[in-house]
């Protein structure tokens, strides 16, 4: 399990104001970049390496 001590954690610039469905991303930690549900900020949070989280969206973007 990565150790997200220090994350500072981002809103995605896709969500709304309005309350519902948010996803935050902490990419600020070295060799991890973790994502979690912003309406449950301290449940769990999915990790990815910079590589596979550049490759996703990079993916996702096309």
Request: net charge neutral; hydrophobic share 40%.
């Amino acid at each position: 399990m990565a150790d997200l001590t220090g994350a500072r954690w981002r809103k995605s610039t896709r969500s709304g104001s309005n309350g519902g469905d948010c996803v935050e991303v902490a990419d600020n930690l070295p060799d991890v970049v973790a994502v979690r549900d912003s309406k449950d900020a301290a449940g769990p949070a999915l990790t990815f390496s910079p590589a596979a989280w550049t490759t996703f969206v990079g993916t996702i973007r096309h």
